[in-house]
């Protein structure tokens, strides 16, 4: 089965072709950054708009890239939520239209099942059951995942997730839009420990995080300081080395709990090297398998949409003729593909 994937949840036009055959044959993704980086953030109206201009272009240009064409092409994926509304129903809308007017299967794909499900894409990958650290700018969540569909909330954020507390504080720092790559990469200049910043929730029973106090910590610091470039980098080392220490405990509570031996971490934070290399070192302390797909599969792209599509279409499920896209959507509401959805 070869399935078209469409990710434009948020500021990331993504375009994949998928085969379950031969893998992944072409993918393509169109960051929004430029666009928005004049207001610091993602203008959702902008960000839908821009979907919209660059969505079917980049679908032939990774339909040409893939050396296949639509009618060659078994099903089409698209993400159907969680995101910001208008941006999903650009992606929702193509993809059924053009499902509909190919005669194709299509079917909506939770995002963060694409995040749980990218280091399948890689040449080794993790067996079921495992434990999911998900990691990105709207989500922070472990999960324990059973099977395809069967994942268990284990703890989520009670506030903002990391990588929004990444954004946010390199805004603080005076970094650029968008905040991740560009605090880590000040990171590198700094010496964590100058400042001393708490590792939330670190103490707590519970499998919860909460990153909000970290960057307040981090604006308090910077307020006494003349904010020179060491003050910067110094603070930046610090902020990630306290994200980093506090997903990393958790990850340790999780698997303790769980008793799994595979830990799978997803989602653009999961990127950070910082991250990889001390959850790296727990791993082999704790005798864990890891796995972290690609970073360029860790952050948004479609490739994530057209492989959990792929194992959804192929399971039967398909959706009917409405189009359907939600803002909110819990990862326990899933099922299992073909069992209890819309199956024609
Ligand atoms: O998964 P993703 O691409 O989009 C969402 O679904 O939210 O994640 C984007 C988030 C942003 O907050 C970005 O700053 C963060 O991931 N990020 C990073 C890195 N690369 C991306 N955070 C820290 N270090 C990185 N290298
Ligand atoms: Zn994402």
Request: some cysteine; proline content about 6%.
């Amino acid at each position: 089965m070869r399935v078209l994937g469409i990710e434009t949840s948020c500021d990331e036009t993504g375009v994949a072709v998928f085969d379950e055959n031969d893998g992944l044959l072409a993918h393509a993704v169109y960051s929004q950054v430029e666009l928005h980086a004049q207001y610091g953030g993602v203008v959702p109206e902008l960000a839908s708009r821009d979907h919209v201009r660059k969505l079917l272009p980049i679908i032939e240009q990774t339909l040409a890239t893939a050396s296949t064409v639509p009618d060659r092409v078994d099903g089409i994926a698209y993400t159907a939520g969680p995101g910001l509304i208008g941006a999903l129903l650009v992606g929702a809308s193509l993809a059924r239209s053009l499902a509909f007017a190919l005669g194709k299967p299509c079917v909506g794909v939770h995002h963060m099942e694409g995040h749980l499900l990218a280091p399948m894409l890689e040449h080794d990958t993790p067996d079921m059951p495992f434990v999911a650290l998900l990691v990105s700018g709207g989500h922070t969540m472990l999960v324990e995942v059973t099977g395809i569909g069967r994942y268990k909330v284990l703890g989520e954020t009670l506030d903002d997730a990391a990588g929004e507390a990444f954004d946010k504080t390199a805004t603080l720092l005076r970094l650029s839009y968008p905040g991740g790559p560009a605090l880590a990469e000040l990171a590198r200049q700094g010496t964590p420990g100058r400042f001393k910043l708490p590792r939330p929730m670190i103490r707590k029973p519970g499998l919860d995080f909460s990153f909000s106090g970290l960057k307040t910590a981090v604006m308090l610091a910077a307020r006494e300081q003349s904010l020179d470039d060491q003050v910067r980098a110094d603070l930046a080392a610090e902020f990630q080395a306290a994200v980093v220490d506090s997903l990393s405990a958790k990850c340790r509570q999780a698997m303790r709990q769980t008793r799994a031996s595979t830990l799978v971490v997803a989602g653009g934070v999961g990127a950070n090297l910082s991250l990889r290399e001390t959850l790296g070192q727990l791993a082999a302390e704790e005798g864990w398998r890891l796995y972290f797909p690609r970073p360029e599969f860790c952050t948004d792209n479609g490739a994530m949409i057209a492989y959990a599509g792929m194992l959804r279409l192929r399971a039967g499920e398909r959706i009917p003729l409405n189009i359907e896209a939600r803002a909110r959507w819990r990862l326990e509401d899933l099922k299992p593909p073909g069992v209890g959805q819309a199956v024609v």
